[in-house]
């Protein structure tokens, strides 16, 4: 059973939106954090946002992108405005999290299998 599972990805033009979400099951119990990082060809992944108590972006995206939590749903959504090329990536869902079984250790990450962004005219 995938912890976390995205959906949303797609195909979109320059300028236009697209809402990711990342639904959390419940075998992760205890979730401190939720965040969406991306992965262009050939690099590493980067953060493009998280939310705790707080939300932070990674600079190329402030303003266009809004993350959102859902506790009671154990959701977390990334709402990509003003969308550019360059945002072309694939998207992977992040929980900062515990299992049942890993309760009494440190938090570890968990990833979602990744959606496709692709920006394009």
């Known amino acids: 059973q995938a912890h976390l599972v995205e959906s949303g990805g797609g195909l979109v033009q320059p300028g236009g939106s697209l809402r990711l979400s990342c639904a959390a099951s419940?075998?992760?119990?205890?979730?401190?954090?939720m965040g969406w990082y991306r992965q262009f060809p050939g690099k590493q992944r980067e953060m493009v946002a998280t939310?705790?108590?707080?939300?932070n972006y990674v600079d190329s995206v402030k303003g266009r992108f809004t993350i959102s939590r859902d506790n009671a749903k154990n959701m977390v959504y990334l709402q990509m405005n003003s969308l550019k090329p360059e945002d072309t990536a694939v998207y992977y869902c992040?929980?900062?999290?515990?299992?049942?079984?890993?309760?009494?250790?440190?938090?570890?990450?968990?990833w979602g299998q990744g959606t496709q962004v692709t920006v394009s005219s």
């Open positions: 992040n929980a900062v999290a515990k299992t049942r079984a890993s309760m009494g250790l440190p938090y570890e990450h968990y």
């Open positions: 419940t075998t992760l119990v205890s979730i401190y954090a």
């Open positions: 939310v705790t108590d707080r939300t």
